[in-house]
């Protein structure tokens, strides 16, 4: 059974920055596109940041300039930079690796920003 785990969520002023982890043990990593989403209280999941197994990304509109998603086939880890956080930013933030009908979802990690 595949397993993502996240890590680097946390409270962080507004301005801040943070950098979120997701670990996969994923057998062949390198063929999946992997994604960040997130979940703000009482609203809809929704696509933060998405890269494809050749390395094309693409971000929602309100991170586009201050997030940036990568991946590391050999340590199977994708990354989430995050730059000049704002309060809507909050939420949790779910890691998803997708291929072919494979789907696969991290438990979350909190980033809550506030002053």
């Known amino acids: 059974q595949a397993q993502l785990v996240e890590s680097g969520g946390d409270l962080v002023q507004p301005g801040g920055s943070l950098r979120l982890s997701c670990a996969a043990s994923l057998s062949i990593f390198r063929i999946y596109t992997m994604a960040w989403y997130r979940q703000a209280p009482g609203k809809q999941r929704e696509l933060v940041a998405g890269?494809?197994?050749?390395?094309?990304?693409n971000y929602a509109d309100s991170v586009k300039g201050r997030f940036t998603i990568s991946r590391d086939n050999a340590k199977k880890t994708v990354y989430l930079q995050m730059n000049g956080l704002k309060p809507e930013d909050t939420a949790v933030y779910y890691c998803n690796a997708r291929w072919n009908i494979n789907d696969y979802w991290g438990q979350g990690t909190q980033v809550t920003v506030s002053s």
């Open positions: 890269i494809t197994n050749g390395g094309s990304t």
